[in-house]
């Protein structure tokens, strides 16, 4: 079961990512990509893997301080082997707090593919921004 994000965040909603953990530094999103979301090579499109991973981490940073919202400020992916699904599977998207200062998070991120590979790495730099007055209280913004 999945836990809502609490915001309204149209690209991740298009892309279907679900949260699955958001807590303690740790953060777990699924995503099962649409045919629309691959390259020409039939896997998934490295814009897509880079979408989980920036998000991944974002909500991690956000997991230690839920009542802000963060930027991101860089991201660096490598991407070690083709992030391949079959029909009804997912990836999932690991992120980790690494460290955070009062106005930083540092990050990192991870994707499996459905049979526990990792196809991509990332590591983030995050900026804590307040929320916007308009957001209800414990939404869930990450970029």
Excluded: W
Excluded at 3 to 26: D, N, R, S, Y
Aim: glycine letters at 10%; proline letters at 6%.
């Amino acid at each position: 079961m999945s836990i809502p994000f609490g915001a309204t965040i149209p690209f991740v909603e298009h892309l279907g990512f679900t949260l699955e953990k958001f807590e303690g530094g740790q953060s777990e999103l699924h995503y099962a990509p649409k045919p629309e979301h691959l390259n020409s090579f039939d896997v998934t499109h490295g814009g897509a893997v880079m979408a989980l991973l920036d998000v991944v981490m974002a909500t991690a940073a956000r997991s230690v301080e839920v009542g802000m919202g963060v930027v991101t400020i860089e991201m660096k992916t490598s991407f070690m082997q083709p992030a391949k699904v079959a029909p009804g599977q997912k990836l999932t998207g690991l992120g980790q707090l690494m460290h955070r200062t009062r106005s930083m998070a540092f990050t990192e991120g991870r994707i499996f593919d459905a049979e526990g590979r990792l196809c991509a790495h990332a590591t983030g730099t995050f900026k804590y921004k307040a929320r916007h007055n308009s957001e209800p209280s414990g939404s869930l913004p990450t970029d």
